[in-house]
């Protein structure tokens, strides 16, 4: 069975850091896109980084600069390095898998950004 699962997520005050880890499984993982995507209360759920299976990395603008995804395919594991949160960071951030037309998602993991 295909599993995507989150890892990591918890509470930071602004300006600090958090790893969040995405472990995928029941896949062929070294040739899926993985991607992160988080939602915020009362938002619709938005697209924050992607890494394709070669390493090309893309970003949204509201965290370029700031996040960092990569990919270990020792451990089929994607993960995203935040920086500098902010509040406006605070989301329930997910990950998704695609191989070829099909997307697996993760339940998701609390990131909560407060003083």
């Known amino acids: 069975q295909v599993q995507v699962v989150e890892s990591g997520g918890g509470l930071v005050q602004p300006g600090g850091s958090l790893r969040l880890s995405c472990a995928a499984s029941?896949?062929?993982?070294?040739?899926?896109?993985m991607g992160w995507y988080r939602q915020g209360p009362g938002k619709q759920r938005e697209w924050v980084a992607a890494v394709g299976s070669g390493g090309t990395t893309m970003y949204a603008d509201s965290v370029k600069g700031r996040f960092t995804i990569s990919r270990d395919a020792t451990k089929n594991t994607v993960y995203l390095q935040m920086n500098s949160l902010k509040p406006e960071d605070t989301a329930v951030y997910y990950c998704?898998?695609?191989?070829?037309?099909?997307?697996?998602w993760g339940p998701g993991t609390q990131v909560t950004v407060s003083s």
């Open positions: 029941g896949m062929p993982f070294s040739i899926a896109v």
């Open positions: 998704k898998a695609v191989i070829n037309t099909s997307n697996y």
